[in-house]
């Protein structure tokens, strides 16, 4: 069985784009392949956090993993920093890579915009995601196209290891949908959805209410020429729509398109909130039951004991292959 590894940052509620991009992917996969789904604490730390925030955030992302499907008898789910092989293999890697590779992210360059001076860890953010995946002789990894840029470095780190020294790590593909893999913000087409944007108006998270949901989905950017037709370039308001709508209904682009001929975006628009809301709705009840349940915690931590006994063997191979320690 080939392996699987993701994870997705505790910085806030998860949201749609989350859950199309990469966690409807983590569903699917654990039918036919081992994974390993954990909530990357470290990799939030990389931006300010409040210690009592960021706690509550890693719980509530292990309640939604587990809301939306993952089934803790066939992943394994734990939370990063139980598990120390990240942090290990992090150093080691970074000692493998180059300045110059990291300073191309775009996602570094996006997040240290107009700041004179960014966190390192924001820099090297990317070897950590590297050190995640390739600690679990990583096969797959199921994400959103706004992380194929952190795949390919991945990818350039595992071969130039193992094209230096001995074959060392598994070297992964990335794997993307091509539906959802790259939900837009609602109030700006041309951004990615985030759970960190300040207008909460941008997103839909997995939990909102249906009220929210109206208001977000009523007040989301279109176009002036009121007609429902998917072009990602010149009408990317309504594309990104017609995106969420297809993915979420299982109707193409197209039927879209003839469906909704003759009638405006307000039509469009109140379908939206009714599908939108009726998908999220089983999600926001099963978190409730296991947000607050004993269980959480013994799954998280059974799972940080199976990923750790999977990271120690990797870690004794890195070393010796490196002839770090005794
Ligand atoms: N807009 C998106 N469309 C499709 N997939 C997305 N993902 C994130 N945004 C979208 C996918 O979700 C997984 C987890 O992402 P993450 O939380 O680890 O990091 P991120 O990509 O930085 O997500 P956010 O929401 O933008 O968080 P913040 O605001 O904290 O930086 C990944 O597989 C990602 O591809």
Request: aromatic letters at 8%.
């Amino acid at each position: 069985m080939k392996r699987v590894f993701s994870g997705v940052q505790p910085t806030g509620n998860l949201h749609l784009g989350n859950y199309l991009g990469a966690l409807k992917q983590f569903v699917e996969l654990q039918e036919d392949h081992e994974c390993i789904y954990c909530i990357v604490d470290m990799h939030a730390i990389t931006v300010p956090q409040d210690p009592k925030e960021l706690k509550s955030h890693i719980l509530d992302v292990a309640s939604l993993y587990l809301s939306v499907g993952v089934d803790p008898k066939k992943s394994i789910v734990f939370v990063q920093s139980d598990v120390p092989g990240h942090a290990e293999l992090s150093w080691i890697l970074t000692c493998c890579s180059y300045t110059g590779e990291l300073s191309r992210m775009t996602q570094f360059k996006a997040k240290s915009h107009n700041k004179e001076s960014a966190p390192t860890g924001l820099f090297t953010y990317p070897v950590l995601m590297a050190a995640d995946i390739l600690l679990y002789d990583t096969d797959v990894v199921p994400v959103g196209t706004d992380q194929r840029q952190h795949i390919e470095l991945c990818r350039d780190l595992a071969t130039r290891v193992n094209n230096t020294r001995k074959k060392t790590f598994v070297v992964p593909e990335g794997r993307y949908l091509k539906e959802g893999a790259r939900i837009m913000a609602l109030d700006d087409p041309t951004q990615k959805m985030s759970k960190s944007a300040e207008n909460i108006h941008s997103r839909i998270s997995l939990l909102d209410e249906p009220s929210k949901i109206k208001k977000s989905i009523m007040k989301a950017t279109t176009d002036s020429e009121g007609i429902i037709r998917f072009d990602q370039e010149n009408k990317p308001g309504i594309s990104n729509l017609m995106n969420i709508y297809s993915v979420l209904s299982g109707k193409s682009l197209s039927d879209l398109e003839k469906e909704y001929e003759g009638k405006g975006y307000g039509d469009f628009k109140k379908d939206l909130v009714e599908i939108t809301v009726d998908a999220l709705a089983p999600f926001r009840e099963k978190f409730e039951e296991i947000r607050y349940s004993e269980d959480l915690i013994r799954i998280l931590k059974d799972g940080a004991e199976r990923a750790g006994a999977i990271a120690e063997k990797t870690i004794a191979r890195v070393k010796e292959n490196f002839g770090l320690g005794l």
